[in-house]
């Protein structure tokens, strides 16, 4: 079987099962209970491999590019922290205060959990586009409004580089909505993002920046209609705010809405490949030594994108020589 495979098996079966409750356990391993982690582990990794018995653990996770399960349940327990019970105690890896709000099911509103909107309203006074652009980590979105096919006016702003082209997207959809309710005025807000339609019809989101945004369309449901447009097929007015929305990076004016829960996520993933490298360097065995003189740091892409170390090429070379040291 292919090996690429088998590691997204891994990932999304194995470790997931293995893992279960690492957001409660996860943050106080003793070395026994670490011990025991990296035996089961180590069954999985022998079978991937097809190593030998007598193959070093530590190098096993290497050459696969899968971290040790103990640094990854310590991310678990983190993210477990800082999300859902907005500890500030690891501030050091992201400031809580510009981190979107995890929200409890019971605490939204049912009226606003599941919201129907109409695609098109019959009696609109404008028509509005919206669209979120990022381009080289930069971030923003563009609200174009439409009275009788004529642009009247143009929002561009740009957001934070954590911020995610979602959260762009139903940022512009809500302002499009406030600025309805400001003007009182009824509007057909059409996007191309089926994601942020997703979002809004969901009644399982649990970000704070979404549901108030769910709070606010609710609120001006009898005002709006919301449709979505497919992209880059020659709609004049999705055509404009696609272009309106790249000159958000250069002129766009600042627009605060807090990080992303991906956001964390990416981080976590940065702090699980430190920690491996610390965890990794610390060897100091003779084998690990020796290993480490070809591969000096670890990664979790190195079965997939290293082309002349795979496993099966560098098993017979690098555990080789680990094994006999």
């Given amino acids: ?43 999985f990794l022998l079978k991937f491999t097809r190593a030998f018995r007598t193959s070093y653990t530590n190098v096993l996770n290497v050459l696969t590019g899968i971290p040790p399960l103990h640094i990854v349940a310590k991310a678990e327990f ?68 439409l009275k009788d096919e004529i642009n009247i006016q143009n929002y561009l702003f740009k957001l934070n580089t954590y911020n995610s082209v979602f959260q762009a997207e139903l940022a512009a959809i809500e302002f499009a909505v406030n600025w309805a309710v400001k003007e009182k005025v009824k509007v ?75 956001h964390l996520k990416g981080l976590l993933k940065n702090y699980i490949v430190n920690k491996w490298n610390e965890y990794w360097n610390s060897y100091d065995s003779a084998s690990g030594i020796r290993v480490r003189g070809y591969i000096n740091q670890v990664s979790p892409k190195f079965l997939i994108h290293n082309k002349f170390l795979s496993v099966d090429m560098v098993h017979s070379h690098l555990t080789f020589i680990a094994l006999n040291s």
């Fill in 1 to 43: 079987m292919n090996k690429n495979l088998l590691k997204i098996w891994y990932y999304t079966v194995i470790e997931k099962a293995l893992l279960y409750g690492a957001s409660v356990w996860g943050g106080a391993l003793t070395k026994n209970q670490i011990d025991r982690l990296h035996s089961i582990q180590r069954i």
């Fill in 78 to 145: 983190i993210k477990f922290r800082i999300w859902v019970n907005r500890s500030n105690e690891y501030n050091t890896i992201f400031d809580i205060n510009l981190l979107d709000k995890y929200v409890p099911f019971k605490n939204i509103p049912s009226r606003q959990k599941l919201i129907n909107l109409d695609s098109k309203i019959s009696n609109a006074d404008y028509e509005i586009y919206t669209d979120g652009s990022r381009i080289e980590n930069e971030t923003g979105f563009a609200v174009c409004i």
């Fill in 188 to 262: 057909n807000i059409h996007t191309d993002s089926l994601s942020s339609i997703s979002a809004i019809n969901s009644a399982s989101t649990r970000s704070e920046f979404v549901n108030k945004g769910k709070s606010n369309i609710f609120k001006a449901k009898d005002m709006i209609g919301l449709s979505w447009v497919k992209a880059h097929v020659g709609i004049p007015g999705n055509e404009l705010a696609d272009q309106q929305a790249k000159l958000t990076i250069t002129s766009g004016e600042k627009f605060v809405i807090p990080a992303p829960y991906s």
